[in-house]
Every structure is written in C-alpha cells, then in structure tokens.
C-alpha cells in the first residue's frame, strides 16, 4: 500500500478566557487531499501508483472436483461421454460427474431426468437429475439413466419417460451422488446414459423449469434409444478398467 505523508502545522487559537495559557492545536492542512485522493478514480499526487498484477484464471472443467478423480471418456454413435467417479466406501457413495456432447447434424433427447410419474407422486423433483436404476450381479453394480419401456400391465399413471433436449454441436453436464445399496459393498461400478435422435413426433409437451426444458417422450424411444456406457470401475484399484 502506498504511504501518504500529510504536514502538520500548528497555530496558536487566542485565549478563551482571562488567565488561560494559549493551546497549540494541531491542523491537518493535507485532510482534505486524503479524501479527494481516496475518492477520485484516477490516480493523483497525493497516492503513488503501483503496478496492478492479476493472475490468469482458468476455470476448471465443470462438474470436476479434483485432478486426481479418474475419468472415463466414451465414444457413441454421434455422441461423446466424459464421466467422473468419487467413491466414498465408508459412505458406500458414488459421486458421478458428467459431460455428454453432441456430434451429430441432429438434435438429441437424454434421459437422465426421470419420469412423469416421479414427478406427479413427489419421489422426483421436476428438472432435477433423477436416481438411477441399478442392476447387480456377483459384486458389480451397474448404474442407468434411461427411458424405460411401458410397464405391462400399463398402469393407471404410466411412467411417461422425461428427457432433455440437446441441439447439434451443443453439450449438457450434471451431477449426481447415489448410495450404492445392499448388504455386501460393490467390487465393481459403472453407469451408462439413454440418448436417442430427437424427433418431434415421439415427443411432446415441453416444459421449462429453471434453465431446463422438459420433454415427454413417446415409449417408443425405450426401444431405441443407445446406452453410452462407462468402462467398469474398480474401486479397490480406483480405476476404470482399459
């Protein structure tokens, strides 16, 4: 910080009264330039400029909470996956990190935000990233985001599938944390993500919340949609498998 160094000047001020001795006060003739110095935007006699120095800020890859978290990177028909696991295994907690581009001429639907029905009984928040669905086998779990197909028989409330719409050349990331359940912990882990092309006929009624927009998609995209999933991931190694 730049010193500022002001003159002290002294003048006598007359006797209040018979038989008081004169007081020396002390006037601060540089009070005022401190303030005009301390208010002006440029810089003035009275405040000597120092070199302003600024460190360059690069922002770190979204949804990437550390260097050392292993990613995995997984190529699709038209659609690239970036995916970071944390696992806490006294928590028996995954934290999954994740970035989907769009490679394609086309726009794409992902379902990574659940299901009408969810949402109407209050176990989703609408716009939210859903839980996952899980499947295991022998110590491996694997973990889905996906458009389910029709329930039989249909249900009074069907499951309509919720998704996201994501344009040509564009991206979507999100952020989930799931505790892994039953009794034995998970030697293994992966998750896969339900894309499919977006065609406006099997999806309907669209919805902003926030900055998401939602679509209801047709069940028909259950049968094709494309899995994208990430290699398996050991969490004795804590590494994806090659």
């Given at each position: 910080?730049a010193a500022?160094f002001?003159r002290?000047?002294?003048?006598s001020?007359?006797e209040?009264?018979p038989?008081?001795k004169s007081t020396?006060?002390?006037?601060y003739a540089?009070?005022r330039r401190?303030?005009?110095?301390?208010?002006a935007?440029?810089?003035?006699a009275?405040?000597?400029?120092q070199?302003?120095?600024s460190?360059?800020?690069?922002p770190?890859p979204?949804?990437?909470a550390s260097?050392a978290?292993p990613i995995?990177?997984v190529?699709?028909?038209?659609?690239?996956l970036?995916a970071e696991f944390?696992y806490?295994a006294?928590k028996?907690?995954?934290?999954?990190?994740?970035r989907l581009?769009?490679?394609?001429?086309?726009p794409?639907a992902?379902?990574?935000r659940?299901?009408?029905?969810?949402?109407?009984?209050g176990r989703?928040?609408?716009g939210?990233?859903a839980?996952?669905?899980?499947?295991t086998?022998?110590g491996d779990?694997?973990?889905?985001h996906?458009?389910s197909?029709?329930p039989?028989?249909?249900?009074t409330l069907?499951?309509?599938?919720?998704?996201?719409r994501?344009p040509a050349?564009?991206?979507?990331?999100?952020?989930?944390e799931?505790?892994?359940?039953?009794?034995?912990?998970?030697?293994r882990?992966?998750?896969?993500?339900g894309v499919a092309?977006?065609d406006?006929?099997?999806?309907?009624?669209p919805e902003?919340?926030?900055?998401?927009?939602?679509?209801r998609a047709s069940?028909?995209v259950?049968?094709?949609?494309?899995l994208?999933?990430?290699?398996w991931?050991?969490i004795?190694?804590?590494?994806?498998s090659?």
């Open positions: 910080m500022i002001c002290v000047r002294r003048s001020v007359p209040t009264s038989g008081m020396q006060y002390p006037r540089c009070i401190l303030l005009v110095c301390s208010m935007l440029a810089a003035s009275c405040v000597h400029a070199p302003s120095s460190a360059e800020s690069v770190m979204a949804d990437r260097a978290v995995a990177k190529q699709g028909r038209g659609v690239a970036e944390a806490a006294s028996r907690v995954l934290t999954v990190g994740y581009h769009n490679l394609g001429d086309g794409l992902v379902f990574d659940g299901d009408r029905h969810a949402v109407a009984t989703q928040k609408a939210a990233i839980a996952p669905t899980v499947q086998e022998n779990v694997s973990l889905s996906a458009a197909p029709l039989r028989p249909a249900p069907p499951p309509t599938p919720l998704a996201i994501v050349g564009a991206e979507t990331a999100g952020r989930f799931f505790a892994i359940p039953g009794a034995d912990a998970p030697k882990l992966r998750w896969c993500l092309t977006f406006d006929g099997d999806f309907n009624a902003t919340i926030g900055e998401v927009e939602l679509w069940f028909a259950a049968e094709r949609q494309q994208v999933c990430t290699p991931f050991d004795a190694a804590n590494a994806f090659r």
